[in-house]
């Protein structure tokens, strides 16, 4: 199993530039989760999906970030224009709703740098 | 709404000594699960220990036990014989029966010192 991907590792942007974040969830999952970790906000929760449909994106920032699941094995985190109060590491986790309940799996993140 | 609370933002213990996280919880699900993840610097996510709440045994995973208490709607993590590479992040989540998703706390930073 490899678990789940995301790409890229690293990104360093120009503000006002169109970034977009990818992710590769456990096959078979059902549940896609995009999270966002800063130092001074912790973990937040941003979207999540339910069989590609987005079930709660009440954390979503503002209009400037949208997310997609086309199937089930993709994910995009679309941000533009960014800015630098963007920067962040963004994860995406996926899950499977059946007992032990919830249990995410979590990729490695993207650490974003908008200049 | 489901909330997660841990109220130690950081915690520090000798190399082989024990320390406890604290976790406490609120959830008006019946059937639940409680996790702590642990974030090391490298950033990724690790589940450590996994509890169901209709289970009254404490979970344990080699030297990482919980201290359930369900009625008090606590849920503890011990760390024994403590080492330099359990040095990180610890969040603690709770899953609710509806819904899709994690409610994870703020976080405890965890440091060992040698």
């Known amino acids: 199993d490899a678990g789940v991907i995301q790409s890229p590792r690293h990104e360093v942007t120009e503000m006002g530039q169109e970034v977009t974040l990818r992710c590769k969830p456990i096959?078979?999952?059902?549940?896609l989760f995009w999270y966002r970790q800063t130092m001074m906000r912790g973990l937040e929760l941003l979207i999540y999906?339910?069989?590609?449909?987005?079930?709660?994106d009440s954390g979503m920032p503002e209009d400037r970030f949208s997310a997609k699941m086309p199937n089930a094995s993709f994910s995009t985190l679309k941000i533009q224009p960014s800015e630098p109060r963007d920067s962040a590491v963004y994860f995406c986790?996926?899950?499977?709703?059946?007992?032990?309940?919830?249990?995410?799996?979590f990729g490695p993140g993207t650490r974003l740098t908008v200049l | 709404a489901q909330t997660v609370t841990q109220s130690q933002p950081e915690m520090s213990v000798q190399e082989a000594e024990t320390v406890t996280l604290s976790c406490t919880y609120d959830?008006?699900?019946?059937?639940?699960?409680l996790f702590w993840y642990k974030q090391p610097p490298s950033r990724q996510m690790i589940l450590v220990i996994r509890?169901?709440?209709?289970?009254?045994q404490n979970a344990t995973e080699n030297r990482f036990s919980v201290n359930f208490q369900k009625a008090a709607k606590s849920f503890s993590l011990k760390i024994s014989d403590s080492q330099l590479g359990d040095a990180a992040m610890y969040f603690c989540?709770?899953?609710?029966?509806?819904?899709?998703?994690?409610?994870f706390g703020k976080g405890t930073k965890l440091s060992v010192k040698p």
């Open positions: 986790a996926s899950s499977l709703r059946r007992r032990p309940y919830n249990e995410q799996f």
């Open positions: 096959s078979g999952h059902d549940y």
């Open positions: 999906f339910n069989n590609n449909v987005p079930i709660d």
């Open positions: 509890q169901e709440a209709y289970k009254q």
């Open positions: 959830t008006s699900e019946s059937d639940y699960y």
């Open positions: 989540a709770s899953s609710g029966g509806s819904q899709g998703n994690l409610i």
